[in-house]
């Protein structure tokens, strides 16, 4: 089984609609992260938790929220989507240095 | 704000061809780190480099962090297509582990 998992895995939603992608981790990892990829900007952070009761804005947080409801649990919100909230989400772990990443969920904004 | 540029955008080479990577930046970084993305899956960690001058090597693959510690490049020696896919490059400051990623470099090896 994958070591961190992210559903849905694909998305389509309405411009004004509250969506809620959701992450969890069996690596036993404190720290959790959110990002966003488009093509040609690379990965940007959103959100980041270094444990259960500590929440960070990263680099591009506006329009949405994120709730850590347990160590290996991490949900991402858009509480009112928006066309260019269409991207590749990952969510990722990390002990030290290195990452692990999910497999992504494509969201598509309509 | 930090940012890392890497070159080329794009990359379309032939099997056994060589090729260069560059990630840049105006910053100084603590550590800089290589992944490989897939399509459908997210990236791998293939190389941390924590000290200026460095160099790695993983079988056909050298990386290297610039003296200065603001670039690092990654080589590919007689590519293969199962070498093609995203390359990042992302950049740790020390104290956190908040990393900071490159613009990508999609790379394509046709048989």
């Known amino acids: 089984d994958a070591d961190v998992t992210q559903t849905p895995r694909n998305r389509i939603t309405k411009t004004g609609k509250r969506i809620m992608l959701e992450c969890s981790q069996t690596k036993g990892h404190d720290r959790m992260y959110w990002y966003r990829q488009d093509p040609g900007l690379g990965l940007r952070l959103i959100y980041y938790s270094f444990d259960v009761k500590d929440i960070n804005k990263g680099e591009i947080s506006d329009g949405y929220s994120v709730s850590r409801q347990a160590q290996a649990k991490f949900s991402l919100s858009l509480e009112s989507a928006i066309p260019n909230q269409t991207a590749l989400y990952f969510c990722?772990?990390?002990?030290?240095?290195?990452?692990?990443f999910g497999p992504g969920t494509r969201l598509t904004v309509t | 704000t930090q940012l890392l540029e890497q070159s080329p955008q794009f990359l379309s080479i032939q099997e056994g061809e060589n090729l260069t990577v560059y990630c840049n930046s105006s910053?100084?970084?603590?550590?800089l780190q290589w992944y490989r993305q897939e399509p459908g899956e997210g990236p791998v960690l293939l190389v941390t480099v924590v000290t200026g001058g460095e160099v790695k090597k993983l079988k056909r693959l050298t990386f290297q962090f610039g003296d200065a510690r603001k670039d690092s490049s990654l080589h590919i020696t007689a590519a293969q297509p199962g070498d093609t896919g995203l390359y990042l490059c992302a950049g740790g400051n020390t104290g956190f582990q908040k990393l900071v990623f490159g613009t990508g470099t999609r790379l394509l090896v046709s048989p």
């Open positions: 990722a772990t990390s002990v030290g240095r290195e990452q692990y």
């Open positions: 910053s100084v970084f603590s550590s």
